[in-house]
């Protein structure tokens, strides 16, 4: 069954660093996510992405972070200057339509410290 | 903004029991999803719902969407301990074009 791989997973950076957490999504699919969740907590929306731009992000995706599709497989997300309140585990997601059924990648787990 | 809801937030279940998870959101939906992760791993998606009042059966996971399209509920028969995990509902409204709002979980426990 196809799946979204993610790489690291798991990274430790300190706090102020740049980071770039990397996804390959379905090659069939459209539309590409990141969310988080914070241990234990539940899975928040940072981002959607189709057509090459950003389609819609929450008030967490501020100026710091980032997204691109270098290549037409990778997906990345960049966080400019790491805080500790970041440390959480990143998903990527692709669905082939809007919206519907998406299938997660394993996560990276950034802990800054 | 919208808001999902879900309850309870735990859930301890004895093996072959009955239980029913509840998603309420603040707006109506254009869809809700239900996804499970078990520990350690990532959301894997159930369902879709979209239509008013639809149910869907997946064995022995009974889903339903209601009327006014602003709640749901999972109803698991016979629990069995591969029911392990943490169920989310995911809503989508009409207005919020690529964002699927999650709700905050409920974590269900099986003991033998």
């Known amino acids: 069954e196809p799946e979204v791989t993610q790489t690291p997973s798991h990274q430790v950076t300190q706090m102020g660093q740049e980071v770039i957490l990397r996804c390959v999504p379905i090659s069939n699919h459209l539309y590409f996510y990141w969310y988080r969740q914070i241990l234990g907590q539940k899975v928040e929306f940072l981002v959607s992405f189709y057509n090459n731009e950003i389609s819609e992000k929450s008030e967490i995706f501020d100026d710091q972070f980032s997204v691109e599709r270098p290549d037409g497989s990778n997906f990345t997300l960049k966080i400019r200057s790491t805080k500790l309140e970041d440390s959480a585990m990143y998903f990527c997601a692709s669905s082939e339509f809007d919206s519907y059924g998406y299938t997660f990648g394993s996560g990276t787990r950034l802990t800054v410290v | 903004g919208q808001q999902v809801m879900q309850i309870p937030q735990y859930q301890h279940v004895q093996e072959g029991e009955d239980f029913t998870t509840y998603c309420n959101s603040s707006?109506?939906?254009?869809?809700i999803q239900w996804y499970k992760q078990r520990p350690g791993g990532h959301p894997v998606f159930l369902i879709q719902l979209v239509k008013s009042g639809e149910v869907k059966k997946q064995k022995r996971l009974t889903f339903q969407f209601g009327e006014a399209k602003k709640n749901s509920s999972l109803h698991i028969t016979a629990t069995q301990t591969t029911d392990v995990g943490t169920y989310f509902c995911a809503g989508q409204s009409s207005d919020s074009w690529g964002k699927l709002q999650f709700g905050a979980g409920t974590q269900v426990v099986v003991t033998p």
């Open positions: 707006t109506t939906l254009s869809n």
